[in-house]
């Protein structure tokens, strides 16, 4: 038995022996084309030589691509009131939840003596206005002697001239203009005065009005409360809480596109979005940063969608799918992708002069028919089937899948 174990052992490595050292011998005993492999020898001279491989036509189509980034939804606008003074709430309060349109009363803060502030700053007023007609009689009045007094100057000098009035006269004549112009400024400074008492007076009844309007504080714009309102009897200081208003419609859409995305990305832009509860929803971009974050260095864009039933919430997760610039890609199934020895992703390509080539290629999105790349040229034999055992350069011998179908 040992025996018969050495024969075979010796007959196996002889016949490993002539097909992998001396196969070119083996296959012209045989009456074999040396050189053919993987396809039928021919006996005419010229016959095709290369690895058989099977690809498949592929031309270049137009699809559209998007911007996927992950966010959350956000209220177009949300404020916390606050009191601008100091006031007990007199007015009963409104439940969270609540919806208020734009003016609505919110808190009302007792007005205390605002209210007589408000009347003795229109009574300063009144009185103020009132001395203005009183300084115009004052410079009509002063106008009215110095009107005289300058004829009186002028009937002097004449007569001092023919020798008929002293110079005393003519002194007491220039004196009383001098005097008459004195009145006139003097009028004309209380009437300025009177002036400045009236613009005074205004800003007081202002400050007056304003101080008491603070004591009703009203919604800045419609929304949705978050939270009650101020307590009856509680005592708000300025700057204390009333209420939270937010506002659901529109809703923004925010998110963060990637570095490698932003440059498709552009306002106005069409959108569509689901949240994880499974909803939909459709708006446009309206905002994109200029500016990346600077620890994830990503982008905030902001989309703003219609939410009038208002079942878009703010602070929901959401996935946003921007509308991009279409491309051209090919359609090829997951199994034509391979890696060439530096590990680069892509595909092999039987060329007009059935050489193998790879090319590299870059995913934009995979769909149940396969996956859509860039990177070939716009048609493209492709090969599906043996692209693994071959490299750039090596012959092949082409099967179109169509016609192997």
């Known amino acids: 038995m040992r025996l018969f174990s050495i024969l075979t052992a010796i007959l196996v490595a002889a016949g490993l022996y002539f097909l992998v050292l001396e196969r070119d011998a083996v296959l012209d005993f045989a009456g074999a084309t040396p050189g053919v492999i993987g396809a039928e020898a021919d006996d005419q001279p010229g016959a095709p030589t290369g690895i058989a491989v099977v690809a498949m036509a592929s031309k270049a189509q137009p699809i559209e691509t998007a911007v996927v980034v992950r966010g959350q939804t956000e209220a177009a606008r949300q404020v916390a009131v606050r009191a601008e003074t100091t006031g007990k709430v007199v007015s009963d309060p409104l439940r969270k939840g609540a919806f208020v349109s734009e003016g609505d009363l919110l ?103 304003t101080e008491l309007e603070r004591s009703e504080i009203t919604a800045p714009f419609g929304g949705l409360l978050e939270s009650d309102t101020a307590e009856i009897g509680a005592l708000l200081q300025a700057g204390g809480l009333c209420a939270t208003v937010i506002q659901l419609d529109p809703v923004k859409l925010v998110g963060f596109v990637p570095e490698i995305g932003v440059d498709r990305v552009e306002v106005g832009a069409p959108a569509q979005a689901r949240l994880a509860s499974g909803q939909t929803a459709t708006g446009r971009v309206t905002f994109l940063s200029r500016a990346a974050d600077p620890q994830t260095r990503t982008f905030r864009t902001e989309i703003e969608v219609p939410n009038a039933d208002l079942k878009i919430r703010d602070g929901q997760t959401v996935e946003i799918a921007i509308q991009a610039e279409g491309q051209q890609a090919h359609l090829l199934p997951q199994s034509a992708l391979t890696l060439n020895d530096e590990g680069d992703l892509g595909v092999r390509v039987a060329e007009e002069n059935d050489l193998a080539q790879f090319y590299e290629v870059s995913i934009l999105r995979d769909s149940p028919q396969g996956v859509f790349v860039t990177g070939l040229p716009e048609s493209a034999r492709v090969i599906v089937l043996g692209q693994e055992y071959v490299s750039d350069g090596t012959p092949v011998v082409v099967t179109l899948q169509e016609a192997a179908q």
């Open 107 to 209: 808190c009302s803060l007792d007005p205390g003596t605002r209210a007589v502030s408000l009347a003795e700053a229109k009574a300063n007023l009144a009185q103020a206005e009132a001395a203005g007609p009183e300084a115009q009689a004052r410079i009509a009045e002063a106008e009215a002697r110095l009107v005289e007094a300058q004829i009186n100057q002028n009937a002097a000098s004449r007569l001092s001239e023919d020798g008929f009035a002293s110079q005393t006269r003519v002194a007491s004549s220039d004196s009383a203009v001098e005097a008459a112009n004195a009145a006139i400024e003097a009028a004309k400074s209380g009437l300025e005065s009177a002036a400045a008492r009236v613009q005074s007076a205004q800003a007081a009844v202002a400050a007056a009005e």
